[in-house]
């Protein structure tokens, strides 16, 4: 079963909100992440690709998702894939972890 969590952001990624299910998947309590930045936690590697997804999401109207690596508490990456879309100006996320098969699709195809 793929493990998952929901969030919010406002519209310059700063933290609002984690369902609970952030503590199973990243290690992090609520009131670890609530206020930071999101980008204090994407592989350094994955920022440019987050950006550009961030800057669509900006346009009025659009869905979009992207497949990156963000920071366990434990200091470890993990592989996660995030569906956004803007919502009465918050960013509102769907975000799961991928298989070991959807990073291998990823990392060889692109997809």
């Given at each position: ?7 919010r ?9 984690f369902?609970?299910?952030v503590?199973?998947?990243l ?71 991928l ?6 699709m ?6």
């Amino acid at each position: 079963m793929k493990r998952y969590y929901f969030s919010r952001y406002d519209y310059l990624g700063k933290q609002k909100y984690f369902s609970l299910e952030v503590k199973d998947m990243l290690g992090y309590d609520q009131s670890d992440l609530v206020g930071k930045f999101a980008y204090e936690y994407f592989h350094p590697d994955d920022i440019k690709d987050i950006t550009r997804a961030h800057t669509e999401i900006l346009s009025p109207l659009h869905i979009t998702s992207a497949k990156y690596r963000i920071r366990h508490k434990n200091g470890n990456y993990v592989w996660v894939h995030s569906h956004s879309e803007m919502v009465d100006g918050e960013l509102i996320s769907f975000t799961y972890e991928l298989s070991k098969i959807e990073i291998l699709m990823y990392i060889l195809f692109g997809y």
